[in-house]
Antibody, heavy 120, light 105 residues
Framework: QLQLQESGPGLVKPSETLSLTCTVSGGSISSSSYYWGWIRQPPGKGLEWIGSIYYSGSTYYNPSLKSRVTISVDTSKNQFSLKLSSVTAADTAVYYC????????????WGQGTLVTVSS | DIQLTQSPSFLSASVGDRVTITCRASQGISSYLAWYQQKPGKAPKLLIYAASTLQSGVPSRFSGSGSGTEFTLTISSLQPEDFATYYCQQLNSYLFGPGTKVDIK
């Protein structure tokens, strides 16, 4: 059974860089059938797409976050990572990693999510 | 830019009720639409993709329909475990709708 697990600091200071890693188990991140993505959800609000990556390293970012987002992949560790720079309180959210099926982009497996709070 | 709207934003219903949620796109998106269910404190769960295809393991009381700009998610007989928030998503742009909360009447 595929599992995804987010990890990283739960508290980040304003203007600093948020860094999270998603570890994939029960399947290979190098499969040609999938992309891997990040989604976030501010407390009490809806879902926001952040971006996605293919095992080859090609990426797609939400245009509204593109200037601050970097997503990378480490196939040797079966992990992919998110960096979001110059964070503010508005970036406080639960961050989810997920698997996208390449044929239709559906998000079929999700991590449990991790809350990141931006505060000094 | 394409916008997604959902109606209603909030729905109060009873166990056994037939429930319909609508998602509208500001431009045609063919059948590139998915529906997710989210319970408090949990990750979203995929219910429907390609507008009408039921994800493996999802109960058959859930169904989806539509194409172009108007889509519906129907729960044929609401069960206690179905009280949750439902989101539509345009699949090829990753945009999510604002959500519909289904609560107990």
């Amino acid at each position: 059974q595929l599992q995804l697990q987010e990890s990283g600091p739960g508290l980040v200071k304003p203007s600093e860089t948020l860094s999270l890693t998603c570890t994939v188990s029960g399947g290979s991140i190098s499969s040609s059938s999938y992309y891997w993505g990040w989604i976030r959800q501010p407390p009490g609000k809806g879902l926001e797409w952040i971006g996605s990556i293919y095992y080859s390293g090609s990426t797609y970012y939400n245009p509204s976050l593109k200037s601050r987002v970097t997503i990378s992949v480490d196939t040797s560790k079966n992990q992919f990572s998110l960096k979001l720079s110059s964070v503010t309180a508005a970036d406080t959210a639960v961050y989810y990693c997920a698997r996208l099926v390449r044929t239709d982009y559906r998000l079929d497996y999700w991590g449990q999510g991790t809350l990141v709070t931006v505060s000094s | 830019d394409i916008q997604l709207t959902q109606s209603p934003s909030f729905l109060s219903a009873s166990v056994g009720d037939r429930v319909t949620i609508t998602c509208r796109a500001s431009q045609g998106i063919s059948s590139y639409l998915a529906w997710y269910q989210q319970k408090p404190g949990k990750a979203p769960k995929l219910l429907i993709y390609a507008a009408s295809t039921l994800q493996s393991g999802v109960p058959s009381r859930f169904s989806g329909s539509g194409s172009g700009t108007e889509f519906t998610l129907t729960i044929s007989s609401l069960q206690p475990e179905d009280f949750a928030t439902y989101y539509c998503q345009q699949l090829n742009s990753y945009l999510f709708g604002p959500g519909t909360k289904v609560d107990i009447k």
